[in-house]
């Protein structure tokens, strides 16, 4: 188990579950979600827009990340125009994105 799914036990050995479901409220969660882009222009679009969706349906705040990798194409241009986040990885390949310090 994972210590959010762990209960909540007292001295007793009595399980506090309205207490767990009042702690768990109080968690934020703030995810960024990393897009690797190498000329994608045909996928970019998709990939923003769906984890865009994915966060609102869930009710997670958070950010899509585009790691543009040097290409040529439109692929920063859409993913911006979409809401991105978009940073530039002077480094060309996908590894490169992985390894950044």
Known sequence: MTPL????IDAEGREHADEKASL???IELELSVVISCLDEVETIGACVT???EFLKRHDIAGEAIVADNGGSDASPKIARALGAR???EASRGYRA?????
């Open 5 to 8: 799914a762990d209960p909540i």
């Open 24 to 26: 768990l409220a109080k």
């Open 50 to 52: 769906k984890t865009g």
């Open 86 to 88: 978009v940073i530039e």
């Open 97 to 101: 994105i992985g390894h950044r310090s």
